[in-house]
């Protein structure tokens, strides 16, 4: 399974509630492409634990400093706490 099909069925997984497998998948892709924007932030919305979605989100801007997605998690984060 290509990584961009291992994302959506993570996503699709995370919608179910089933946020283990989910994780398991992105993981997988990070594993294999540790710089895939798309898994990292994927895998910040089905951690269950902000402070994991954070470190997350920060990797994708050590990735991709500009990525809007990561600094409006980022921002939304800092807002809940």
């Known amino acids: ?3 961009q099909n291992a994302i959506l069925q993570a ?3 995370a ?3 089933d ?3 989910a994780q398991k998948i992105l993981k997988q892709v990070i594993s294999q492409e540790p710089k895939n924007v798309a ?6 919305d089905v951690v269950q634990k902000p402070e994991v979605a954070e470190k ?3 990797q994708v801007l050590k990735i991709d ?5 990561a ?3 980022l921002q939304l984060s800092l807002i809940h706490i």
């Open 1 to 3: 399974m290509d990584s």
């Open 11 to 13: 996503r699709n997984l």
């Open 15 to 17: 919608g179910e509630n």
């Open 19 to 21: 946020f283990a497998t």
């Open 39 to 44: 898994a990292w932030l994927t895998l910040a």
């Open 56 to 58: 997350c989100l920060q």
């Open 65 to 69: 400093p500009g990525n809007q997605a």
């Open 71 to 73: 600094q409006q998690g």
